[in-house]
């Protein structure tokens, strides 16, 4: 049997992954993902910055 809050876990990691993907990578404006993935504008820019906020701590704390 097979946890569904696994795969909601899971898929929430990856779709962050892929909206840094598209932005950093293929270099898409934040209007353009919104465009491609159907939704706001307002998402695609608070889980791009929460997730840049969350790697900077992750580094400031690891002493590099």
């Known amino acids: 049997t097979t946890n569904p809050h696994c795969w909601n876990f899971t898929f929430k990691y990856f779709f962050i992954f892929y909206l840094f993907y598209l932005y950093y990578y293929?270099?898409?404006?934040?209007?353009?993902?919104?465009?491609?993935?159907?939704?706001?504008?307002?998402?695609?820019?608070?889980?791009?910055?929460?997730?840049?906020?969350?790697?900077?701590?992750l580094y400031k704390g690891s002493g590099d």
């Not at 898409?28 to 307002?42: A, D, G, R, V």
């Not at 889980?47 to 906020?53: I, M, S």
């Open 26 to 57: 293929f270099e898409m404006t934040i209007s353009e993902i919104s465009k491609q993935l159907s939704i706001k504008e307002s998402t695609v820019k608070s889980k791009l910055y929460r997730t840049l906020k969350d790697i900077r701590r």
